[in-house]
């Protein structure tokens, strides 16, 4: 019994950042002249115009609402995320045409940037007034990659179920994880990441329109790099680890998720969570990938930046706008472990 991605439905904050505002504020806030050169070089690189966040604060000058003057705490941060997260994930869920909440039977939420309980999943299940027995599920703190397993839990439930309609939200508001350090790591986060959120409807209806079917999932890991990515809690916020070799690992291993059923030929379309740039360019020579193979997630990564588990969703649903013909799918998320996973379907038009 196929399973499908019926639509997908993203949303953004109103603050808008581009390029260079948000290089003007990481200068302002760096400690010291070597951090500044180090933003300046990495920022360049970056592969990314603009950047949303639920923040008015990368606005230089301005009133600053969170990062004012001193480095907050990671209470502070999450009283920000309890605030923001439910209308930006709200605003994404208006946006799938059809939306029928009686007919919902699961709720799924991802998110890495901020978690609580009760959490989103029960709020959102008021929001929308959904039945009392419909099972609220969360996905937390795992990653970049937390889209691919809420994807795959939706699709048990579809299986075992063909009255499942499953509503899964991932919201990342990566920005309130901001670090005013001279760190590398943190250097690279604040340039790479902003926030977002996708929802999607995963159900075994045969689809009206163009939907993805999902046909299965695998997943690699490097347990001897499992040091590289890493993402953890600190009084300060929450800290994430990404070193530069992480392209590298992915460079060299990425092929073997397909070891199994041998390489995709020239007529797949891909969707690769844009890490960054070198990470696309690393999956690029990894798989041997036609020029123009990564189109999708070049743009996500350019008009957004890396929204964390929210940004393959935003990656799927440009291929989806732009399908005119069905088209085999191959979807690849990185996360912490280093762990690559892979989804493998088509896009039914």
Request: one cysteine or more; proline letters at 4%.
């Amino acid at each position: 019994m196929p399973v499908y991605i019926q639509q997908i439905a993203t949303a953004l904050p109103t603050h808008r950042y581009d390029a260079e505002q948000i290089t003007r504020f990481l200068i302002t806030s760096a400690q010291t002249e070597e951090a500044a050169r180090k933003v300046k070089l990495v920022a360049r690189k970056s592969g990314i115009q603009s950047r949303y966040s639920v923040l008015n604060d990368f606005n230089f000058p301005n009133e600053r609402a969170l990062f004012n003057g001193h480095n907050p705490k990671v209470e502070e941060r999450m009283r920000t995320y309890q605030r923001e997260a439910l209308p930006l994930t709200m605003q994404a869920i208006r946006k799938l045409e059809g939306l029928r909440p009686a007919e919902i039977t699961h709720v799924i939420t991802v998110s890495c940037t901020g978690l609580s309980a009760p959490g989103l999943e029960l709020q959102i299940a008021q929001e929308l007034e959904l039945d009392q027995n419909c099972a609220r599920h969360a996905v937390n703190f795992i990653g970049c990659h937390g889209a691919f397993h809420a994807l795959k839990m939706a699709r048990q439930m579809a299986l075992a179920d063909s009255q499942a309609r499953i509503l899964i939200v991932s919201v990342e508001l990566c920005s309130l994880h901001f670090q005013p350090s001279e760190d590398d790591d943190s250097i690279l986060a604040n340039a790479l990441f902003g926030d977002g959120a996708a929802a999607c409807i995963v159900s075994s209806e045969n689809p009206t329109g163009i939907a993805i079917q999902m046909d299965g999932f695998s997943q690699r890991f490097f347990p001897n790099d499992s040091q590289l990515m890493a993402w953890n809690i600190h009084s300060d916020g929450f800290l994430l680890k990404l070193s530069s070799y992480v392209p590298k690992v992915l460079e060299l291993g990425i092929a073997d998720i397909f070891e199994h059923e041998g390489r995709p030929d020239s007529s797949t379309s891909w969707a690769v969570h844009p890490g960054g740039k070198n990470i696309l360019e690393a999956v690029e020579t990894g798989l041997k990938l036609d020029k123009g193979s990564l189109d999708a997630s070049r743009q996500v990564l350019e008009e957004v930046g890396n929204l964390s588990s929210a940004t393959i969703l935003f990656v799927l649903k440009k291929l989806m706008e732009s399908a005119v013909s069905d088209r085999n799918l191959q979807a690849l998320g990185f996360g912490p472990g280093i762990t690559i996973e892979h989804l493998y379907g088509k896009i039914r038009v």
